[in-house]
């Protein structure tokens, strides 16, 4: 059976950025004893039980690249031995690009995702808390990029657009956008903390996910949708897809989480495996 994402978190919290939004300070999850030495073990346990992925996504709650060499290279190295994957990507607040050696790792098998509230590094750099003006730098031109381009309400559906074709001009490295709306939490529904405070003020959410469809559909080349299986649309825009996830779904639809050595869900459940469909 095809899974849509597996997603591995770390549970160290250390990150150079400091978003207004983050995710990992919303839902707080527990402090835990990383075990990345069992990935392998754990992926070598789907693939007996038939189970692939469209996407492997190296993440965490704080950023990936700050793992020690030895880790990364550990988690690198098990997606490598048992890939069960069709694509691969590491989410990163942007320090890879000052992490030569973990960076060269993985540049030709892994997509570097990144997630900016502006194209405009010293207004980034401004909201989301950040020092280095990491997509200048040398080694940004080295990765293939996904660009998460957070949907922010400082702008207009116009603006959007015309943002997303300097990024793809400038940079074309870029080779697919996400437009990115916010969760406000994802584990209970209270707007119980500034994080989700912000994201209510600054940015757009999945409530506004059928305006966004209306105006892409207007204004972009419409590709495809699979609103069963990704909750997705996708359009192409200067050549580049843009994807919009629209969270209609319930979130973390078809999704693993390796979390703690152990294989679960959004709440840290022990996931149950799905056998067909
Ligand atoms: S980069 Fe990720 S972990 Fe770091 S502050 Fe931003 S949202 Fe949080």
């Known amino acids: 059976m095809k899974y849509k994402e597996f997603e591995l978190i770390g549970s160290s919290y250390k990150c150079d950025k400091n978003c207004p939004y983050c995710t990992a300070k919303i839902t707080k999850w527990p402090i835990v004893e990383d075990k990345f030495e069992t990935l392998e073990e754990k992926l070598n346990y789907l693939k ?111 603006e959007y657009l015309e943002e997303i074709r300097k990024y793809i001009e400038k940079y074309p490295n870029i080779v697919t956008v996400s437009l990115k709306t916010l969760n406000l939490n994802t584990r209970k529904n209270e707007i119980d903390n500034p994080y989700s405070k912000w994201i209510l003020e600054n940015a757009l959410t999945k409530d506004d996910a059928d305006t966004i469809i209306e105006f892409m559909n207007k204004n972009t080349n419409f590709i495809t949708c699979d609103e069963k299986f990704f909750d997705r649309f996708e359009w192409k825009y200067k050549g580049v897809p843009i994807t919009f996830y629209v969270k209609k779904l319930d979130y973390g639809y078809s999704n693993i989480v390796y979390y703690g050595g152990e294989l679960v869900d959004y709440h840290l459940n022990k996931i149950k495996l799905k056998k067909e469909g």
């Open 48 to 158: 007996k039980q038939d189970i692939t992925f469209k996407y492997f996504i190296f993440c965490g709650n704080g950023e990936p690249s700050l793992l020690d060499y030895k880790d990364f290279e550990t988690i690198v190295n098990a997606t490598r031995k048992v890939n069960i994957f069709d694509e691969k990507r590491l989410q990163s607040s942007g320090n890879i690009f000052y992490e030569t050696e973990k960076l060269d790792l993985i540049k030709e098998d892994f997509i570097v995702e990144i997630t900016r509230v502006s194209l405009n590094s010293e207004e980034d750099m401004k909201i989301l808390g950040y020092k280095r003006d990491y997509i200048n730098s040398e080694n940004f031109k080295k990765a293939k990029i996904r660009l998460n381009y957070v949907l922010m309400k400082n702008k207009t559906f116009d």
